[in-house]
């Protein structure tokens, strides 16, 4: 009793962490992986303040988190309310029919710059809410690491210890900033739609992307909220993050040089044992009861299926009236879908699915996707085999990483309106039973990986709080320059060797030969 006292004591004091998550609330998947990164740190016994300011107003209402109690939240400013009323009715519709390339990629991250500017300008207005926190003596910062706001909080905070975080898989220019290799050769950025194979061009936009984002952006200017108000210098305050935590998992995404320092803790969000243990409610059960398999249909929550062409739902519905035995569950939020469907049998309707209970079950036969990184996650967690349709922003990314564990199909969004080839695709997946196989051995690899990465992320966690910022974990890579770094110098000299040295060895063999004709 009294040694399980004394370790009692020994949790509670020596190792009860203060914990504060920063997230301003401007999108579902970055709120809900911030959230269970507070409740796994509050399970484990640490004081966790969740801080979750408004932005966009429709999720206020949501909870993100569970057994953490301390959720502080603060209201928009007009302007700011501006700006996420903006990001939740931007008409992102188009990209049914239109690419979505790379060149979209700096006014979106300029308008998002704007957002967490503004944002920043709330809070400096709100100084009692920050006085607040700041009496909690916080250990640890947790932020997404391109919400810059963090950096004038946590210098009005005196938070000394900080894990820039990324709800979703690497980004080059966070690698470049800690020093971990990013060559563009083998590396692409998180938001560009390359693969594991890049092509000549791939590799030329590699080498400019980076680049001109931090030329035309670069870093915001934050300034410190206390006097002098002094400009914060984030570039160089970013490099001693005692750890970066990023959404991919390395089982999962494609094989890339890592440092210590960062942390992949993808498919932290899945619990699979929770996911199994609850029960699929009537109505879908009886769904899942009326043939022999069944496809799940959905395209996500932002581009919404009410919104593809019509020409895409016609063909949608021919491929899928051809498989008599096949119920078809599709994501659909309107009641239009008469119009384009009436006398089909086996398609359901429905506003809204319970996808993960149904990817759980086993008479779910297979997902049709849009393939967002939580449904990516969630699908190969439980083993499901897949098509995928990528439509916009990390998707096309997402579907090359999955396709390569050969447990789903690519599937290009420019087909949706030939109904022959969804035949095909629907008759590869339902049929082969490869990519059942193949699916269920990934996600037996993830369930079983050496450590979870539940784990991963608390004992990290644990540790900053501990010891603080890590400048052992520091490479001195990152402060070479391009020409040390690439060994230009070292090309350069070697070649310079070779050449003379080929110089003189010509030379004396021509005066050798020379003495010769002479004798
Ligand atoms: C955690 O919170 C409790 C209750 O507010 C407080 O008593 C305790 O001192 C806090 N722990 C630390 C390490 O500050
Ligand atoms: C997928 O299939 C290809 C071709 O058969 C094979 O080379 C590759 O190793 C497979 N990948 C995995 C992860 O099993």
Known sequence: MRLFLGLFCLFSFGYSFNFLVYSPLFAHSHSTFFGTICDFLTDAGHNVTFFTPTIVTKYRNISYTKSTKDVVHMDPSQKLKEFGDQLSSGDISRFWTEDSSATEIIPVIRVFQNMYNEQAEVMKNNLEILDDLKSRNFDVII??????????????????????SLSVTHNVALSESIGEPAMPSVVSDGLLSHGEILSFWERIINVLVVRSIDSILGYPIHRSFKPPFNVIDIRNIEPDASFVFINSNPFLDFPRPTLTKTVEIGGISVDVAKIKSEKLPEKWSKILNLREKTILVSFGSLLLSKDMPLENKKALVTAMREFEDVTFIWKYEDDDFEEFSGGVENIEFAEWVPQRALLADPRLSAFLTHGGLGSINELSYLGKP????????????????????????????????????????????????????????????????????????????????????????????????????FMIDVAFFSLTLLVCSAFVIRKSVGNFYVKIKIE
């Not at 997404?144 to 820039?164: G, H, N």
């Open 143 to 164: 932020f997404e690491a391109y919400v810059f706001s963090a950096y004038p909080l946590m210098d009005y905070l005196d938070i000394k210890t900080f894990i820039p």
């Open 386 to 485: 897949a098509i995928l349709c990528p439509l916009f922003a990390d998707q096309m990314r997402n579907t090359k990483m999955l396709t390569r564990h050969n447990g789903s199909i690519g599937f290009s969004k420019y087909d949706l309106s030939n109904s022959q080839k969804i035949v095909e695709v629907f008759q590869k997946i339902l049929y082969d039973n490869s990519y059942s196989d193949n699916s269920k051995k990934l996600a037996e690899q993830l369930e079983n990986q050496p450590i979870k990465p539940k784990d991963l992320m608390v004992k990290h966690a644990e540790f900053a709080a501990r010891f603080g910022r890590l400048p052992s974990l520091d490479p001195y890579s990152r402060k070479m320059g391009l020409i040390e770094y």
